[in-house]
């Protein structure tokens, strides 16, 4: 058993990999052995959680998921805890695991009870063993009448005793990290202080860390049943560790500010185009790029001339016709507005290696002439990536946003394949997707990155990694992950802006 830290890079797999594994190891192994290592990995955890539990209550499910409920109460009672058990499923319509960890409990001793016992505290544990995977497929709802089945999980949030949820908590898809409808914790069961963990049994699911995901399982441990042999082939990667820097890692002695690559900003509308200045934005990326390790840094503006003096003395201001267009890693739509649909042509032709965001996204979103010279870039070998929000991306696919998040792997995977490049699908679990490669979802970040123009600063990083060599899937993974770990290891005391972080990046 491993506690996931994400100091590693980890595959992840989606239920039907996990159920083809589950089959592959149960056809090798003696009747509902797999059950019972299940149900003892969870009592393991259970016992090193809450050492000095005086109550552990599970509230099991009328399916499997319920089952590893059944067998952890065993464990558990055999240890000497005082167990009680909520199963509200029967023995003649159990599954054969579940009905054969049913008749151990009952050996075992272990008290069956309509409800928690009175008087839980933030010692004593629960554990959710009501549906696990089995949502997807609705194997478990459909036995436990819905008001019976929220009433348990409702009193499984909201107690004060620590949580622990079995293989992913009741209610969440395991391959998109959405709540199914009706399960989302209300405000009264998200605001309780319970003490959360989960015990992902066989692989770890793309849902636990993308989405609703991260919030939902908090602690996230990870036990393979030493059944990792018949590990199938990873649906979806998990990054990890902090990469260092390109600068740092490949520089010889004689470097010189070409060897690093040359970033060029292109957007930040003026004001008076529309009397909406945005111009902040293209300085924010163009501070992330050099901060980020750009060897040099130039700043084209769409201001009508208006421009002012550089807030960073280290950047260089470049009319967009003056921009040597081989040479570049362009950076073009950080509030670009729509002054940036005049120059997307030139820029989707002709730059070298390419970062669209916000504004240059939404341009190629509503102009099909557009939206061919960027797919065109793929056919003449140009490096290109995508970063945008939920909305942009449903713009870029004509949907709505709500459909984008209720399956965020899917959404990314279609906007690489449309569009023939490197996405990154912004937002919880950012997800990197490039074609024929597997997808990644980012481990670091946290809401201190819910503020204005953290979105330029990841376009200006990615940008600064394109530029020093990196092909564009490891870019953007790169620069998620070091943004996402920018905010993760900010100062309490310090509110982090979009300028700031851009300072603080490596």
Not at 57 to 64: E, F, L, R, T, V
Not at 118 to 140: E, F, K, T, V
Not at 343 to 350: E, G, I, R, S
Request: net charge neutral; hydrophobic share 45%; charged share 15%.
């Amino acid at each position: 058993m491993e506690r996931i830290n994400f100091d590693q890079a980890q595959a992840l797999h989606s239920v039907a990999a996990t159920r083809a594994m589950e089959a592959a190891a149960a056809s090798s192994l003696p009747a509902h052995a797999l059950m019972q290592r299940a149900g003892a990995a969870c009592a393991r955890l259970a016992l090193a959680l809450a050492p000095h539990a005086r109550h552990v209550w599970i509230a099991c499910g009328s399916g499997n998921n319920g089952g590893d409920g059944l067998e952890a109460a065993a464990w558990l009672h055999q240890a000497g805890k005082n167990v009680s058990v909520t199963w509200p499923g029967a023995p003649e319509t159990a599954p054969p695991d579940a009905h054969a960890a049913w008749q151990r409990a009952v050996a075992a001793g272990v008290v069956f009870a309509p409800g928690p016992p009175p008087g839980l505290g933030p010692h004593d544990l629960c554990i959710d063993a009501l549906l696990g995977i089995g949502l997807r497929s609705q194997a478990d709802a459909p036995r436990m009448p819905p008001t019976a089945l929220h009433a348990l999980l409702r009193q499984l949030r909201t107690s004060p005793a620590t949580l622990l949820a079995v293989d992913l908590p009741s209610g969440l898809d395991a391959d998109t990290g959405q709540y199914a409808a009706g399960f989302a914790p209300d405000a009264e069961e998200a605001a309780a202080s319970t003490a959360r963990h989960t015990l992902s049994l066989l692989t770890l699911k793309p849902g636990l860390f993308t989405a609703q995901g991260r919030d939902a399982c908090a602690s996230l441990w990870h036990d393979d049943l030493q059944c990792g042999a018949f590990a199938p082939a990873a649906t979806a990667e998990l990054s990890g560790g902090r990469q260092p820097d390109a600068r740092k890692a490949r520089a010889p002695h004689d470097s010189h500010k070409g060897s690093f690559g040359d970033v060029a900003v292109i957007g930040g509308e003026g004001l008076q185009a529309r009397g909406m200045g945005m111009t902040g934005a293209a300085w924010l990326a163009a501070s992330a790029a050099l901060h980020g390790g750009a060897g040099r840094v130039m700043v084209a503006l769409l201001d009508d001339g208006q421009t002012l003096a550089p807030p960073w003395p280290e950047l260089m201001l470049r009319r967009v016709d003056a921009l040597d267009w081989p040479q570049v890693t362009a950076v073009c739509g950080c509030g670009g507005g729509e002054a940036v649909r005049a120059v997307l042509p030139t820029v989707l032709a002709q730059a070298a290696r390419l970062v669209l965001d916000a504004d240059g996204l939404n341009a190629v979103a509503s102009d099909n002439a557009l939206a061919a010279a960027l797919r065109q870039r793929a056919h003449a070998g140009l490096p290109t990536v995508l970063t945008p929000h939920p909305l942009e991306a449903a713009r870029l696919l004509q949907c709505t946003a709500a459909q984008v998040q209720a399956d965020r792997l899917a959404a990314a995977q279609a906007l690489a394949e449309r569009y023939a490049c490197s996405v990154v699908l912004k937002g919880s679990g950012s997800i990197i997707a490039t074609p024929g490669q597997l997808p990644r979802i980012n481990p670091t970040g946290n809401a201190r990155l819910a503020t204005a123009g953290t979105g330029d600063v990841l376009a200006g990083l990615i940008g600064a990694r394109l530029a020093q060599g990196l092909a564009p899937h490891a870019a953007a993974c790169s620069a998620v992950l070091a943004h996402g770990a920018a905010a993760d290891h900010w100062p309490d005391d310090r509110s982090l802006t979009a300028s700031a972080l851009a300072a603080f990046l490596q």
